[in-house]
């Protein structure tokens, strides 16, 4: 079992920048990629990132590329969103989650957090 808890949260205006962290717990979670969703009101919840269980390999949705940041500190068991030039169509509850899915093909998880909730103001 691994259990996920999202922090970081809150209101930033547009072009500003956003931290958000997911705390991990579970003898085995160092096994598991991480990724991060996130879900619009009227939306179905959609990939955000994803980083592998070592950390040495990242992947993004279009459109985040560039601006945001996936990191992972496995002796703290913390995963790390980093979000900047954040735009008002980023707002969404952002999830993150863990899997033991083939890192070639698509994120499936395993395991779920509660979300947070990100909003971007124009």
């Known amino acids: 079992q691994v259990q996920l808890v999202e922090s970081g949260g809150g209101l930033v205006q547009a072009g500003g920048s956003l931290r958000l962290s997911c705390a991990a717990s579970g003898r085995t979670f160092n096994n598991y990629a991480v990724g991060w969703f996130r879900q619009s009101p009227g939306k179905e919840r959609a990939f955000v990132g994803a980083i592998s269980w070592r950390g040495g390999r990242t992947k993004y949705a279009d459109s985040v590329t560039g601006r945001f940041t996936i990191s992972r500190d496995n002796a703290k068991n913390l995963i790390y969103l980093q979000m900047n030039s954040l735009k008002p169509e980023d707002t969404a509850v952002y999830y993150c989650?863990?899997?033991?899915?083939?890192?070639?093909?698509?994120?499936?998880?395993?395991?779920w957090g509660q979300g947070t909730q990100v909003t971007v103001s124009s």
């Open positions: 989650a863990a899997s033991t899915s083939s890192w070639s093909g698509p994120y499936i998880p395993d395991y």
